[in-house]
């Protein structure tokens, strides 16, 4: 098992910055790729980028030159630095883990875009 516990989100302004952490416990050395997602109210929950153990990394073309995703595998702790934040960047973020052990949820946290 293992259990992600996301922190870092809140309110903030058009173009400000956010840093969203996910901190992983359990078997986390069964990892071998982690994400965030995120799902605004009404829409279905979608992918915002990904890291695997290697540190390959992939975004949504909606947040490419705004985000960073990365990964501190001593903490055990995966990253989402957020800049030029939009209105429509608000949503609930999820991260997300696959390993051996299976595929496991945070609870989210949430990120508002507002002025």
């Known amino acids: 098992q293992v259990h992600l516990v996301e922190s870092g989100g809140g309110l903030v302004q058009p173009g400000g910055s956010l840093r969203l952490s996910c901190a992983a416990s359990?078997?986390?050395?069964?990892?071998?790729?982690m994400g965030w997602y995120r799902q605004a109210p009404g829409k279905e929950r979608e992918l915002v980028a990904t890291i695997t153990s290697i540190g390959s990394t992939n975004y949504a073309d909606s947040v490419k030159g705004r985000f960073t995703i990365s990964r501190d595998s001593a903490k055990n702790t995966m990253y989402l630095q957020m800049s030029g934040l939009k209105p429509e960047d608000t949503a609930v973020y999820y991260c997300r883990s696959i390993g051996d052990d299976g595929e496991f949820w945070g609870q989210g946290t949430q990120v508002t875009v507002s002025s």
């Open positions: 359990g078997s986390s050395y069964s990892i071998y790729a």
